[in-house]
């Protein structure tokens, strides 16, 4: 393949020889578990993040359901999440015995603030907002939701690590944010980890706990907890790329830009609606495409790959099929699943590259219209 989706070597390989020092020490250390590099990164991470705590944590999905169960969230409750999302959002919500809440996208991708209030009830606990495909959420509205019926505002910043809102960074405003360093996310790993980050001194302790076997040090647990820590070698490579992480969102800004100036003449193509002042970092350059599954099958052939995020939105899952959902409850969310595509988007993608994606993508309406 000529254009990779997402071609990790520029990253890997700006950092290889401090990632090799650094997981020859821990293998030398033998500390594999609660080694030094995590403290590390949870101190630089939450530093750079202007936040109190910060919990390294073993995947992002592990610290979403973690933060539910510290804020006492279960049977019966609600939790609030946008349609179109990865199913981490909803079975977190699932597993803690509460119930997930679709709420329609807007057409940014993050959750409609319009359509909120309809859906809260007397047993809605929580609202958790997408900071989808690295673009952030209408926060401000959101709190203000949040604080007139007493709710829970949780993050999710997987997509958007150091994207801002107003100059303040992404998972900074609510109750608590997950963040998952997958090696698919801007701020990746070289496999599954995760974190935690919290103003709430006393949350924070719980979730170390919690994640921890419910032990406050070892062999006294105050709960039964979970499992799920931060692997020291994955502490030691995202404390590393954490140095060069805004280099990094800039240039993925600077791609974006280039394929919406390139992108602009083709009327069937709905490029994203970017606020210049967002701080978007875009974990994802996502198309709206006529004739979507032709146009990747073409781009495919020309030895360009593209990926649809998200095919299916969560309520028309087998998983929720319980639930009944109709494509009128969530019309946005359920138009997009037949025309959203994402373009080859990572640092060090160059105009070269792109250039190359947007002729093809001209050929294949020119050839189209012709028909």
Same mark, same amino acid.
């Given at each position: ?160 690590? *150091? !994207? ?6 992404? %998972?900074? /405003? $609510? =109750? +608590?944010?997950? *963040? !998952? ?6 701020? %990746?790993? /070289? $496999? =599954? +980890? ?178």
């Amino acid at each position: 393949m000529d254009i990779l989706f997402n071609d990790k070597s520029h990253v890997n390989n700006r950092i290889q020889e401090e990632a090799n020092k650094a997981i020859q020490e821990t293998i030398q250390s033998q500390k594999f578990i609660h080694g030094k590099y995590v403290s590390m990164f949870e101190k630089n991470f939450a530093d750079k993040l202007g936040i109190k705590n910060c919990i390294g944590v073993g995947n992002g999905t592990d610290g979403l359901y973690s933060v539910l169960m510290m804020l006492g969230i279960g049977r019966g409750d609600e939790v609030l999440i946008p349609a179109n999302s990865w199913i981490s959002s909803s079975e977190a919500v699932s597993v803690t015995g509460a119930s997930p809440v679709f709420i329609d996208n807007n057409l940014n991708y993050t959750i409609d603030i319009n359509k909120i209030e309809d859906k809260i009830t007397k047993y809605t606990k929580a609202l958790l907002a997408v900071h989808q495909y690295g673009n952030p959420c209408d926060i401000d509205k959101i709190i203000n939701i949040c604080k007139k019926y007493d709710l829970y505002l949780i993050e999710d910043c997987a997509d958007s690590p *150091f !994207s801002k809102i107003n100059g303040k960074y992404t %998972g900074t /405003f $609510g =109750d +608590a944010a997950i *963040f !998952s360093f997958f090696p698919e996310y801007p701020l %990746g790993a /070289f $496999g =599954d +980890a995760g974190a935690v980050v919290t103003n709430d001194d006393k949350l924070a302790k719980n979730i170390r706990m919690f994640t921890n076997h419910g032990q406050s040090d070892k062999y006294e647990h105050w709960m039964e907890g979970i499992n799920s820590r931060l692997d020291t070698i994955q502490a030691a490579v995202v404390n590393i790329k954490l140095k060069y992480i805004e280099e990094w969102n800039r240039d993925r800004i600077r791609i974006a830009k280039k394929y919406t100036q390139l992108l602009a003449d083709v009327e069937e193509v709905e490029v994203p609606q970017v606020n210049e002042d967002s701080g978007q970092i875009f974990k994802n350059y996502i198309i709206q495409a006529e004739n979507r599954n032709e146009l990747k099958d073409f781009l495919y052939m020309k030895r360009i790959e593209s990926e649809i995020l998200y095919p299916v939105p969560l309520p028309f899952h087998q998983a929720y099929k319980h639930y009944r959902h109709r494509p009128s409850d969530f019309p946005n969310a359920y138009n997009f699943k037949d025309r959203i595509l994402a373009l080859p988007l990572y640092p060090g993608l160059r105009n070269e590259d792109i250039e190359m994606v947007v002729e093809e993508i001209h050929n294949f309406y020119l050839v189209q219209r012709i028909r």
